[in-house]
């Protein structure tokens, strides 16, 4: 398991597919912006807000569902499942992230594709 806590420095997340990561990434976020959209092939991400505010969007397809976190709330987004967190109220994230890859985009790319598909 690796873990992180504090902010990671630039090239962190990209560079995590390059790790023998066999399990999980555990680490605590402080939460200031919205993310970009990631995806998790390798199994499911659990998200624990300690504190502040946060929305989870996930991409179903058809259809953006949107889950509100509030401190104290978990979720656990499935695997597969493209996702990004919109803040409301900056926070603390606890995660355990599936390891050994993640997928990223940026929101604009994200939409695009969307578009695309349809």
Excluded: I, Y
């Excluded at 695997?79 to 050994?100: I, K, M, N, Q, S």
């Amino acid at each position: 398991m690796l873990c992180v806590h504090g902010h990671a420095k630039p090239g962190f997340w990209p560079s995590l597919g390059e790790r023998r990561l066999e399990g999980r990434l555990l680490g605590v976020t402080h939460m200031r912006r919205h993310s970009g959209w990631e995806m998790h092939p390798d199994g499911d991400e659990v998200l624990f807000l300690l504190n502040g505010s946060l929305e989870l969007a996930l991409d179903r397809g058809d259809e953006t569902e949107v889950v509100a976190l509030s401190e104290g709330r978990m979720c656990v987004v499935p695997r597969g499942v493209w996702h990004r967190l919109l803040v409301r109220e900056p926070g603390d994230l606890l995660f355990a992230t599936p390891g050994p890859s993640t997928e990223q985009r940026s929101v604009r790319e994200h939409k695009a594709l969307q578009e695309s598909a349809r």
